[in-house]
């Protein structure tokens, strides 16, 4: 079976910068209103414990996601991998990606395309 | 001192098979940024930017980049921007079909005519330069003020001066340097790596919303480097934001009472003894006296005052006591009138504890070598840690116009670093020819009838309106030119012309930048060097641009070159250079052990006493406090007129009046207002033109507690309408838990260039004017800061829809003006869309 890529995404330190969902946009021509990664947002609301709090940001990937692969080809890295404010995403096989998910203790995505 | 290149970077351009020029370049303004100057890589193809990306070269940036970047052709190549300068007669100001196209030496011509005429009429001061926030037009401001205009009514026209100004004036009075920044290994060639650099334990991160803005020229995002690597955040900030999610402590302050919540941390410190004695002893004076003015307020008093609980205040001021911590202290300490003692403050917080200038600690700065006040410093030698080199010849106006400049004789404060009018002072005199007329007006780079920095708009609305000219430089029309300006200067974007950026103005270490023109400016536009290069060549201006029969602006690369040798340790060349891209300067650890501060060369600071004055001998010199203090924010119902000679200021003054005439002003105006927070798709009044970025941010909000909502009766994107005596405005309901009941936080800058552009409309710029709101002239003691962060009003729900909403992809232009690229035959393969 031919090695799967995917994206690891860091989604404790996602600053939701949109960075992601705009380098995808140029890299793709892709119009206003479409997307190959959108960043949702959870929160924010107080959780049960005062004093802490749900905020998280979890781009995700849509059926337009192919990975960059004309950008991968010719030796770059995705775009919204190189433009992450936060440094947030990488593009990998997904075995290594996911045994890098397994050591995280935040919250993290594994997103296949 | 000694500089570094990456030497594995790639060469500044390199070309693809298919022909496409990659240029490695950074961007600094137009359109606005801070002065950060990150890594971009520019694709020109057949002369045209086709493709903007991160450059994963730059030391600090790593190829990230924000969306106000990655947008930027949407801006460069905008069928609206203006490309060739245009006219318009005064009589038709506000119709935005009097203009017509206008050859630039026309243009000069006519500048020079008004020039002329305008002081042959009014006067030698009666000449006015109006500057934004910190721009690459700062670079060239004192060029067309002092040496074109010569005039010394050069003016920011913030209401006070609330933007860096106040922290920086601050660090040089107390500390004898430039601005106190913590260190996040920028100036390290092996960065946090890198076997000098020290992983700070801490990071107090005080009223500043860095990763969306990159605020006064650092990398915001190091913060989350910091915290990914260990570093425990500690937040302070109104709201409970994103950032305060990740600190080991959020403290979630009123609006403005920043330094009740700094004197609390001093208390815990003196109290249980956790401050470093030896570099007290060695380095500050005036500690027992500060020690009694920190004695004067228990930590019970700072959470009662602040809403923070005793307990955060005791835990975060034991943790501070922990070496290495690093302070990032933001605008929220300028935009209040009580900021400058809250500064003083955090300095000696920073100081007390022994982090000045460690590994990990706060850094302390140069000074500063953007031309921020060039009146006062142009040809002052002997600057501390600088070596600012005559770049022009001396400063051709009088020392009476210099002693007549507008505010200075109020506020003597501002003839330290800045030596350029009070802007609180200086709109009266627009408004009113006291003490004399003002009426030639420049405005090199600011919209001041936009809610982006002034108080009131619609008092400088009129106030320019009184001008006989008003020549602007700008990108595009907005709602300043539309309604105020006769002649338009078309600028080049940084993608168009040469120029160089030091973060953080120069004072700190790392990456000197090279702005490097990868594509020629699209029409005749021209960069703000080629506009005084050219008028510097007119007999009328040439003497005060020549030494000997030498031009001192005869190129940009020979105006960079001399301009590079403020730099403090960077000796280098512009050719050198544009040849790296970017060369670091290298962080300086306890620059005071090192003789590094003091033009003698001697270790300690550069203050009288040549230590750090927490008893500020400079402030008693400009007839103040010598110790900080706290003031109550004036819209408080804790605020009493109880203010002696010593602590009184125009804010007290004013409320003194407000409360005896409007006793029961609490009720009506129960709500707290903040305004000012950034955005990541814009930048102040800018970037609103960008279809995309509108699809990110199409309208602006005011966030408000859900509770405030309910009583109000609005859902989610709701317009609402926010008010107070002094104006009102309209801005759509962001519903969020975050912001206390009683506070909202009004977004800043909106106007609507989709909109029409005449008088009265002017592009929709009343609609959302949260500026309006601001009085002028509510500032401190020195003439620093203004209460934009802590004003007073209530809401409703809009009782009409203000604006005709789009989709972004279907915003419409009704903008036509003869000199925009649209209109441009030549363009139209350049023209976006």
């Given at each position: 079976?031919?090695?799967?890529?995917?994206?690891?995404?860091?989604?404790?330190?996602?600053?939701?910068?949109?960075?992601?969902?705009?380098s995808?946009k140029?890299?793709?021509?892709?119009?206003?209103?479409?997307?190959?990664?959108k960043?949702?947002?959870?929160?924010?609301?107080?959780?049960?414990?005062?004093?802490t709090?749900?905020?998280?940001?979890?781009?995700?990937?849509?059926?337009?996601?192919?990975?960059?692969?004309?950008?991968?080809?010719?030796?770059?890295i995705?775009?919204c991998?190189?433009?992450c404010?936060?440094?947030?995403i990488?593009y990998?096989?997904?075995e290594?990606?996911?045994a890098?998910?397994?050591e995280?203790?935040?919250?993290?995505?594994?997103?296949?395309? | 001192?000694?500089?570094?290149?990456?030497?594995?970077?790639?060469p500044?351009?390199?070309v693809?098979?298919?022909?496409?020029?990659?240029?490695r370049?950074?961007?600094?303004?137009?359109?606005?940024?801070?002065?950060?100057?990150?890594?971009?890589?520019?694709?020109?193809?057949?002369?045209?930017?086709?493709k903007?990306?991160?450059?994963p070269?730059?030391p600090?940036?790593?190829?990230?980049?924000?969306?106000?970047?990655?947008?930027v052709?949407?801006?460069?190549?905008h069928?609206?921007?203006?490309?060739?300068?245009?006219?318009?007669?005064?009589?038709?100001?506000?119709?935005?079909d009097?203009?017509?196209v206008?050859?630039?030496d026309?243009?000069?011509?006519?500048?020079?005519?008004e020039?002329?005429k305008?002081?042959?009429k009014?006067?030698p001061?009666?000449?006015?330069?109006?500057t934004?926030?910190?721009?690459?037009?700062?670079?060239?401001?004192?060029?067309?003020?002092?040496?074109?205009?010569?005039?010394?009514?050069?003016?920011?026209?913030?209401?006070?001066?609330?933007?860096?100004?106040?922290?920086?004036?601050?660090?040089?009075?107390?500390?004898?340097?430039?601005?106190i920044?913590?260190?996040?290994?920028?100036?390290?060639?092996?960065?946090?790596?890198?076997?000098?650099?020290?992983?700070?334990?801490?990071?107090l991160?005080?009223g500043?919303?860095?990763l969306?803005?990159?605020?006064?020229?650092?990398?915001?995002?190091?913060?989350i480097?910091?915290?990914?690597?260990?570093?425990?955040?500690?937040?302070?900030?109104?709201r409970?934001n994103?950032?305060?999610?990740?600190?080991?402590?959020?403290?979630?302050l009123r609006?403005?009472?920043?330094t009740?919540l700094?004197?609390?941390?001093?208390?815990?410190?003196?109290?249980?003894?956790?401050?470093?004695h030896?570099?007290?002893e060695?380095w500050?004076?005036?500690?027992?006296?500060?020690?009694?003015?920190?004695?004067?307020?228990?930590?019970?008093?700072?959470?009662?005052?602040?809403?923070?609980?005793?307990?955060?205040?005791r835990a975060?001021?034991?943790?501070?006591?922990?070496?290495?911590w690093?302070?990032?202290m933001g605008?929220?300490?300028?935009?209040?009138?009580?900021?400058?003692?809250?500064?003083?403050?955090?300095?000696?917080?920073?100081?007390?504890?022994?982090?000045?200038?460690?590994?990990?600690?706060?850094?302390?700065?140069?000074?500063i070598t953007?031309?921020?006040?060039?009146n006062?410093?142009?040809?002052?030698?002997?600057?501390?840690?600088?070596?600012?080199?005559e770049?022009?010849?001396?400063?051709?106006?009088?020392?009476?116009?210099?002693?007549s400049?507008?505010?200075?004789?109020?506020?003597?404060?501002?003839?330290?670093?800045?030596?350029?009018?009070?802007?609180?002072?200086f709109?009266?005199?627009?408004?009113?020819?006291?003490?004399?007329?003002v009426?030639?007006?420049?405005?090199?780079?600011t919209?001041?009838?936009?809610?982006?920095n002034?108080?009131?708009p619609?008092r400088?609305?009129?106030?320019?309106?009184?001008?006989?000219?008003?020549?602007?430089q700008?990108?595009?029309?907005?709602?300043?030119?539309?309604?105020?300006c006769?002649?338009?200067?078309?600028?080049a974007t940084?993608?168009?012309?040469?120029g160089?950026?030091?973060?953080?103005?120069?004072?700190?270490?790392?990456p000197?930048a090279?702005?490097?023109?990868?594509?020629?400016?699209?029409?005749?536009?021209?960069?703000e060097?080629?506009?005084?290069?050219?008028?510097?060549?007119?007999?009328?201006?040439?003497?005060?641009?020549?030494?000997d029969?030498?031009s001192?602006?005869?190129?940009?690369?020979?105006?960079?070159?001399?301009?590079?040798?403020?730099?403090?340790?960077?000796?280098?060349?512009?050719?050198?250079?544009?040849?790296?891209?970017?060369?670091?300067?290298?962080?300086?650890?306890?620059?005071?052990?090192?003789?590094?501060?003091?033009p003698?060369?001697?270790?300690?600071f550069?203050?009288?006493?040549g230590?750090?004055?927490?008893?500020?001998?400079?402030?008693?010199?400009c007839?103040?406090?010598?110790?900080?203090?706290?003031?109550?924010?004036?819209?408080?119902?804790?605020?009493?007129?109880?203010?002696?000679?010593l602590?009184?200021?125009?804010?007290?003054?004013?409320?003194?009046?407000?409360?005896?005439?409007?006793?029961?002003?609490?009720?009506?105006?129960p709500?707290?207002?903040?305004?000012g927070a950034?955005?990541?798709?814009?930048?102040?009044?800018?970037?609103r033109?960008?279809?995309?970025?509108?699809?990110?941010?199409?309208?602006?909000?005011?966030?408000?507690?859900?509770?405030?909502?309910?009583?109000?009766?609005?859902?989610?994107?709701?317009?609402?309408?926010?008010?107070?005596?002094?104006?009102?405005c309209?801005?759509k309901?962001?519903i969020?838990?975050?912001?206390?009941?009683?506070?909202?936080?009004?977004?800043?800058?909106?106007?609507?260039?989709e909109?029409?552009?005449?008088?009265?409309?002017?592009?929709?710029?009343?609609?959302?004017n949260?500026?309006?709101l601001?009085?002028?002239?509510?500032?401190?003691?020195?003439?620093?800061?203004?209460?934009?962060?802590?004003?007073?009003?209530?809401?409703?729900?809009?009782?009409?829809?203000?604006?005709?909403?789009?989709?972004?992809?279907?915003?419409?232009?009704?903008?036509n003006?003869?000199?925009?690229?649209k209109n441009?035959?030549?363009l139209?393969?350049?023209?976006?869309?």
């Amino acid at each position: 079976m031919a090695q799967k890529y995917g994206l690891l995404i860091d989604n404790y330190w996602c600053t939701g910068c949109h960075s992601c969902e705009v380098s995808c946009k140029n890299e793709h021509d892709y119009p206003i209103g479409q997307f190959g990664i959108k960043m949702l947002v959870m929160g924010p609301w107080e959780l049960m414990e005062e004093g802490t709090w749900e905020h998280t940001y979890y781009p995700l990937i849509t059926s337009y996601c192919d990975l960059c692969a004309d950008r991968v080809a010719a030796g770059e890295i995705p775009a919204c991998q190189l433009h992450c404010l936060a440094s947030a995403i990488e593009y990998g096989p997904v075995e290594d990606l996911a045994a890098k998910m397994a050591e995280r203790d935040r919250r993290t995505t594994l997103l296949i395309p | 001192m000694a500089t570094y290149i990456d030497e594995h970077a790639a060469p500044r351009v390199r070309v693809l098979e298919d022909g496409t020029e990659v240029h490695r370049t950074s961007p600094w303004s137009p359109p606005g940024c801070h002065g950060m100057g990150c890594g971009v890589l520019a694709y020109v193809k057949d002369g045209k930017c086709v493709k903007i990306e991160g450059d994963p070269d730059h030391p600090t940036t790593k190829g990230r980049l924000c969306v106000r970047c990655l947008r930027v052709l949407d801006l460069i190549y905008h069928p609206d921007r203006i490309v060739h300068p245009m006219y318009r007669d005064p009589k038709d100001r506000g119709n935005a079909d009097a203009w017509k196209v206008v050859s630039w030496d026309w243009a000069y011509d006519k500048i020079e005519e008004e020039i002329n005429k305008c002081k042959e009429k009014y006067g030698p001061n009666s000449l006015t330069v109006l500057t934004g926030t910190g721009r690459e037009a700062g670079r060239y401001m004192t060029n067309t003020s002092a040496r074109i205009c010569v005039t010394t009514n050069q003016c920011y026209t913030q209401t006070g001066f609330s933007c860096m100004a106040p922290r920086d004036t601050v660090c040089s009075m107390i500390g004898g340097a430039g601005y106190i920044e913590y260190d996040f290994a920028n100036g390290l060639p092996g960065r946090y790596d890198d076997p000098e650099y020290v992983q700070p334990k801490y990071l107090l991160n005080w009223g500043r919303d860095s990763l969306r803005s990159n605020p006064d020229g650092t990398w915001g995002h190091s913060i989350i480097e910091l915290l990914k690597r260990g570093t425990k955040l500690i937040n302070v900030d109104p709201r409970v934001n994103w950032l305060s999610t990740r600190a080991l402590y959020y403290m979630q302050l009123r609006p403005n009472t920043d330094t009740a919540l700094a004197f609390g941390l001093l208390r815990v410190l003196i109290d249980e003894d956790l401050y470093d004695h030896e570099f007290v002893e060695k380095w500050c004076y005036g500690f027992d006296e500060f020690k009694e003015r920190v004695m004067e307020h228990t930590v019970e008093w700072a959470a009662e005052v602040t809403e923070v609980p005793a307990e955060t205040i005791r835990a975060v001021a034991r943790c501070l006591a922990e070496k290495p911590w690093g302070l990032n202290m933001g605008l929220a300490n300028d935009q209040n009138p009580n900021g400058v003692q809250s500064v003083h403050c955090l300095y000696a917080l920073v100081a007390i504890t022994g982090n000045l200038d460690i590994p990990g600690g706060t850094n302390i700065g140069w000074n500063i070598t953007l031309d921020f006040g060039g009146n006062q410093f142009d040809n002052v030698d002997g600057v501390a840690g600088s070596k600012k080199r005559e770049t022009v010849p001396p400063n051709p106006v009088t020392q009476e116009q210099r002693d007549s400049t507008v505010g200075l004789d109020v506020y003597p404060i501002y003839k330290l670093l800045l030596g350029k009018a009070v802007p609180d002072e200086f709109l009266p005199t627009l408004e009113t020819d006291e003490p004399y007329p003002v009426r030639f007006c420049w405005i090199l780079h600011t919209n001041p009838v936009a809610p982006t920095n002034t108080a009131q708009p619609s008092r400088w609305h009129k106030a320019l309106k009184r001008m006989d000219f008003v020549v602007a430089q700008d990108i595009f029309m907005n709602p300043t030119i539309a309604s105020c300006c006769d002649l338009f200067l078309p600028l080049a974007t940084w993608l168009e012309h040469d120029g160089y950026i030091t973060q953080l103005m120069g004072e700190h270490p790392g990456p000197v930048a090279a702005m490097v023109k990868a594509v020629e400016p699209v029409g005749d536009c021209k960069s703000e060097f080629e506009i005084v290069h050219d008028l510097a060549q007119r007999p009328a201006f040439r003497d005060n641009f020549y030494v000997d029969g030498e031009s001192k602006v005869e190129s940009i690369e020979r105006y960079i070159s001399e301009d590079l040798t403020k730099v403090v340790g960077f000796d280098h060349d512009w050719e050198y250079l544009k040849e790296h891209v970017q060369v670091c300067r290298k962080t300086e650890y306890r620059k005071y052990e090192r003789g590094m501060l003091r033009p003698d060369g001697q270790p300690g600071f550069n203050t009288t006493t040549g230590k750090v004055e927490l008893f500020s001998l400079m402030f008693a010199a400009c007839g103040g406090d010598p110790l900080p203090y706290y003031e109550e924010p004036i819209f408080s119902e804790y605020w009493k007129d109880d203010a002696d000679d010593l602590h009184s200021c125009a804010a007290s003054r004013f409320m003194a009046d407000y409360t005896n005439e409007h006793p029961n002003w609490k009720d009506e105006y129960p709500i707290t207002i903040t305004t000012g927070a950034r955005n990541w798709a814009s930048f102040h009044s800018e970037h609103r033109q960008s279809k995309m970025l509108r699809e990110i941010k199409p309208y602006p909000v005011v966030a408000m507690h859900p509770d405030l909502a309910e009583e109000i009766g609005v859902t989610e994107g709701e317009w609402v309408c926010i008010e107070n005596p002094w104006g009102k405005c309209y801005e759509k309901a962001k519903i969020t838990p975050i912001i206390k009941p009683n506070v909202v936080m009004a977004d800043h800058g909106w106007w609507y260039p989709e909109e029409d552009m005449s008088e009265p409309n002017i592009g929709g710029v009343w609609k959302s004017n949260i500026n309006e709101l601001i009085p002028n002239n509510l500032v401190g003691h020195y003439g620093f800061g203004a209460p934009m962060k802590c004003m007073i009003g209530r809401l409703s729900k809009a009782d009409h829809v203000p604006l005709v909403e789009h989709a972004p992809q279907d915003l419409p232009s009704l903008q036509n003006f003869p000199g925009s690229i649209k209109n441009d035959p030549a363009l139209q393969n350049l023209m976006a869309e």
